[in-house]
């Protein structure tokens, strides 16, 4: 059985990246490229390339692509036990489109086949879930499916990477039966009901995830890095220089590695810095897992790039 078992999405990823600035309106000259993603397949990856023991609960069609996502990751060693193939219906699909600066300028999104993993779905795979150190949940999941996660799994470390500000909100009710969560400024703010306008805003919404429940937190700040806080510590981790060839996944490596520092029973800033290294490696990629993800690197960026606490 895995140390972590992943719950969430397997999509199909379309992006587009301008040559020049990206003029809204018109035909831009760019760069079109397809490849696997999803918040919960990438982060899974990158669990499996740092050497995490990582499977995965989800659903795929029966096209070519999502056969090829399932294949893709039983080659890095995941179990895929977990994951259904839905006969007749096409996996599910994400588009985004990159600015001139390489970071994401809008998305669309075709999810509908995950509404099919509900709590009916997930008791049927109950043994490789229970038997796991931590369960990550992804925000593609819909309110009742994380509910019936957050009361079914109470004796297991609980991960909640809300995906973004419009999904965050199904877990406003139950976010303190989470053990660590992940938002960004936008997506603390809907949990939260708070406006955070500064590092003291940012503090308080730290404070607030704490008194519900939460043990560890790390809200993520773009450019700015992360926030982190777990019962003993709190503080600030900026980047480091990095070379931007693309910002997508950043985020699902930065989880991932949250992941196995959650396993490992590390730190809350240690933590941070392993995810901060981990996205950093990330977005000198086109793609949304780096290939050239893995521990050693991770670890050689963490001793040069990384500020102390």
Same mark, same amino acid.
């Given at each position: 059985?895995?140390?972590?078992?992943?719950?969430?999405?397997?999509?199909?990823?379309?992006?587009?990246?301008?040559?020049?600035?990206?003029?809204?309106?018109?035909?831009?000259?760019?760069?079109?490229?397809?490849?696997?993603?999803?918040?919960?397949?990438?982060?899974?990856?990158? %669990?499996?390339?740092?050497?995490?023991?990582?499977?995965?609960?989800?659903?795929?069609?029966?096209?070519?692509?999502?056969?090829?996502?399932?294949?893709?990751?039983?080659?890095?060693?995941?179990?895929?036990? *977990?994951?259904?193939?839905?006969?007749?219906?096409?996996?599910?699909?994400?588009?985004?489109?990159?600015? *001139?600066?390489?970071?994401?300028?809008?998305?669309?999104?075709?999810?509908?086949? &995950?509404?099919?993993?509900?709590?009916?779905?997930?008791?049927?795979?109950?043994?490789?879930?229970?038997?796991?150190?931590?369960?990550?949940?992804?925000?593609?999941?819909?309110?009742?499916?994380?509910?019936?996660?957050?009361?079914?799994?109470?004796?297991?470390?609980?991960?909640?990477?809300?995906?973004?500000?419009?999904?965050?909100?199904?877990?406003?009710? &139950?976010?303190?039966?989470?053990?660590?969560?992940?938002?960004?400024?936008?997506?603390?703010?809907?949990?939260?009901?708070?406006?955070?306008?500064?590092?003291?805003?940012?503090?308080?919404?730290?404070?607030?995830?704490?008194?519900?429940?939460?043990?560890?937190?790390?809200?993520?700040?773009?450019?700015?890095?992360?926030?982190?806080?777990?019962?003993?510590?709190?503080?600030?981790?900026?980047?480091?220089?990095?070379? %931007?060839?693309?910002?997508?996944?950043? *985020?699902?490596?930065?989880?991932?590695?949250?992941?196995?520092?959650?396993?490992?029973?590390?730190?809350?800033?240690? %933590?941070?810095?392993?995810?901060?290294?981990?996205?950093? &490696?990330?977005?000198?990629?086109?793609?949304?897992?780096?290939?050239?993800?893995?521990?050693?690197?991770?670890?050689?960026?963490?001793?040069?790039?990384?500020?102390?606490?």
């Amino acid at each position: 059985m895995a140390d972590i078992t992943i719950i969430g999405g397997i999509n199909i990823d379309i992006e587009g990246t301008p040559f020049d600035d990206l003029k809204r309106e018109d035909s831009n000259p760019g760069k079109v490229a397809l490849s696997y993603g999803g918040v919960g397949r990438n982060i899974t990856e990158n %669990i499996a390339r740092l050497g995490g023991n990582v499977a995965m609960i989800s659903v795929i069609g029966d096209d070519h692509m999502g056969l090829g996502a399932k294949s893709a990751l039983e080659d890095l060693g995941v179990d895929t036990s *977990g994951i259904k193939i839905q006969k007749g219906q096409n996996s599910a699909m994400y588009l985004s489109i990159l600015n *001139g600066t390489k970071d994401m300028e809008m998305a669309i999104c075709d999810m509908d086949i &995950i509404e099919t993993i509900t709590p009916e779905f997930l008791e049927e795979r109950s043994a490789l879930i229970s038997s796991s150190k931590v369960v990550a949940l992804d925000g593609n999941l819909d309110e009742r499916t994380l509910s019936y996660a957050a009361e079914k799994l109470k004796g297991i470390p609980l991960f909640f990477d809300p995906v973004s500000s419009p999904k965050a909100v199904k877990a406003r009710r &139950i976010i303190g039966k989470f053990a660590c969560i992940k938002p960004n400024i936008m997506e603390a703010e809907v949990l939260s009901g708070m406006k955070i306008k500064s590092e003291d805003d940012i503090k308080k919404a730290g404070s607030w995830f704490m008194e519900q429940g939460v043990k560890k937190v790390f809200i993520t700040l773009n450019k700015d890095g992360v926030y982190y806080r777990d019962g003993v510590s709190e503080g600030f981790i900026r980047p480091g220089k990095v070379k %931007i060839n693309s910002a997508t996944g950043a *985020g699902d490596s930065f989880s991932a590695a949250i992941l196995m520092g959650m396993v490992k029973g590390m730190k809350a800033g240690d %933590i941070a810095k392993y995810g901060m290294a981990a996205a950093q &490696i990330t977005m000198e990629s086109s793609s949304a897992v780096n290939k050239d993800i893995c521990k050693e690197e991770i670890e050689r960026r963490m001793e040069i790039c990384m500020r102390n606490i």
